[in-house]
């Protein structure tokens, strides 16, 4: 990751959360083998701090998630998402796993969404989030 001031927000097995307080921006770093029941607890936490903050920016990091989660896909694009952008959520940057069955659980939880965006950098998706 870059060299920047963080206020860790979520510290767990499966996701660390922080605040990148110079860039105001939510950085959700998955880990691991996710399963439809951490993927939904986790995500309901997610909300809830996101709801609590005035940032509107996230850079959700899936280059450590290893193997499939497809099993909560559908509960990430009709309800996570839609939650998320009532809360306010402007800007979404997805850095993709190289992993075959973990990218196309991604592909599959990703609504279409001009507020959402799918990168393979985190480079990348840092840049488009701070333009």
């Not at 691991?32 to 986790?42: A, C, D, H, R």
């Not at 075959?100 to 609504?111: T, W």
């Amino acid at each position: 990751m870059i060299n920047v001031k963080e206020t860790i927000l979520i510290d767990q097995p499966n996701l660390k959360m922080s605040y990148l307080v110079d860039k105001d921006i939510i950085y959700l770093n998955w880990i691991g083998f996710q399963t439809e029941e951490q993927i939904i607890s986790t995500g309901l936490k997610i909300l809830n701090i996101f709801r609590g903050h005035d940032c509107k920016k996230v850079l959700n990091d899936n280059r450590e998630v290893r193997g499939p989660w497809n099993t909560a896909s559908k509960w990430t694009e009709e309800y996570w998402f839609p939650h998320m952008a009532t809360a306010g959520l402007q800007k979404f940057a997805w850095i993709f796993p190289e992993g075959v069955f973990a990218s196309l659980s991604a592909e599959e939880a990703m609504p279409i969404s001009p507020i959402i965006k799918k990168f393979d950098s985190f480079k990348d998706g840092l840049d488009w989030l701070t333009k």
